[in-house]
Each structure stands twice: as structure tokens, then as C-alpha cells.
């Protein structure tokens, strides 16, 4: 299913590192107006927030729900799950996030089958930390519309400090080129401005990782193109209740790091997306301990 191969026999009971049963599991289905403004129009997304993780960052935003020891469920079924998101669509955009799918990326097509039978056919987006299996994107082709990745590292032994994930840089790179094989550097939208179709990387600047994140940025400039859409994002934020994170994650970005890492990416040549202030940092902070997780 994902990169880290561990073999796991799901129909067997075995859950491997994810911690993920054969059945889907899903944390939380809600309404979110904070992603791309291009991805949002006025009324926001549905995003389906898939419970645990194929990697486990030390400073996970969402930690109530992608710790794989303590990740709790509250739909499991295919019905339940689609009930839920024709709730939401309802209220959104016609727009369904699938937010760290890569360990549970072989539920998508049978939730969005059974929305089309349904009569509900969403814009779909795969929103990833990019450390998925070449072989489950070219299956999920048919099935996505928008890649959404956050290409997190260029130094590996970031990966595994922060994220505990071996080998992150290769296995997300061939990623990328992957989604950039299936979309191109067109973002397709439609007569209001709301992405159809395309691929958009995101980067979120670490504190004291300057040169990791320049280094992802090279990356893509030099292997996909400098005409992607691109999304550098400065809302690191210390998760409450993770104590003793290494190195300087238990602070925030400084400016004059997100500034020089923007400076880099211009002078590059990247001149699609978007940017963020400092002060935003606080806005994506999600709550989920009830279905509207996002304060706004």
C-alpha cells in the first residue's frame, strides 16, 4: 500500500506499522476553508480525514487523530462514510479531500463509487505527505483530480528523526513524478476559479531547516518544473501535548527563515501559488474532538 512495505496481511487481522485493519477508518469528515483559496472557492471542502498514519512526525498537527497507538475511529464502514460526506458536500463546495490517504488509499475507490451511485461526483483531491507507492497513484489515476502533496524533506535524516520514516527524499520523489506524469504543471479550474483538475506542492518551512526546505525546492525545479503551482507554507506550529521535541521544533519559524527560504523559491523561478504570513500559523490549528475541526 505504501512505501514502507511492511508485508502486513490486513484480511488477516495484521495491522502493520499504521496500525490500519482491512476496513476503512476514519477520524473525521468536516467542512475546511483553509486550504488553497484555489481549492476552497467561497464555501470551503469536504475533507475526509483518514484516523493514523504511514509516518509519525513528532509535530504533527493532527496527533489526536493519526497516532497509530491512540488514533480514534468514527466511521468504519463505506455507508457511514458516504452518508457523512454527502452531509458536508452539501454545505461546501463540490470538492471531497482525501487527507493522509496513503495508508488507506485502497478505500477511495470504493467510497467514491459508492457516492457516484449516489448521483454525488466531487472534484477529488489526494492530499498527502507524499510518502506513497508509485504503483497505488498509477491505480488511483481514474479516481483524482487534484494531487495535493507536502513534499516535507530533501534530508532523509530529518525524515527519520522527525518523522520516523526511512528512505522519505526517494520514495517521495519518485511520488512526485509520478503525479506530475498524470497532471502536468496545468492547474485546470473551472468559470469561478475552483480547481478541477492539477497538481499543487505544498512545503511546509521547518524551524532551523532552512536548507532542507531549499533543497526540496532545487528538487523540483530541476526534475518537474518551476510552472507547478506551489504552496510554501510558514503555519508550523508546536503541537500541544507533545513534550521534548529535538532541535528547535518546539518553537516557531522565524521570519527571517521563512523569508530567506521565499526568496529562494523566486529566485528559482516558481511564480505559481501561494504564500502565507507568520500570524496564519495559528488559523489551521484543528480540534477533533467534534466533526467541525477547524477554527477559521
Known sequence: MCPRQCGAD????????????????????????????????DKGVCNLFFAHCNMQCVYCQNFDISRNDTAVCRY??????????AEVLATTENVLGFVSPSHQAHCIPDILNE?????????????????????TLRSLEPYIDIYLPDFKYSDNSLAERYSHTPHYFERASQALLEMYRQK????????????ASGLIIRHLVLPGCVENSKNALRWIAENLSTNVHLSLMAQYYPPKGVENLPDKLGGFVAAEEYDEVRAYSQSLGFHRGWEQELSEKVVYRPHFENNDSFEQ
Open 10 to 41: 490486513r484480511d488477516d487481522g495484521r495491522t502493520g506499522f499504521c496500525n490500519s485493519a482491512s476496513e476503512p477508518s476514519v477520524a473525521s469528515i468536516c467542512a475546511h476553508k483553509g486550504e488553497e483559496p484555489v481549492l476552497c472557492g
Open 76 to 85: 468504519n464502514t463505506i455507508s457511514a462514510i458516504a452518508d457523512r460526506i
Open 115 to 135: 457516492l457516484h451511485r449516489r448521483g454525488l461526483h466531487p472534484t477529488t483531491i489526494y492530499n498527502t505527505n507524499a510518502y506513497d507507492s508509485v504503483e
Open 184 to 195: 502536468g504543471s496545468t492547474l485546470i479550474t473551472d468559470d469561478r476559479d475552483v480547481a
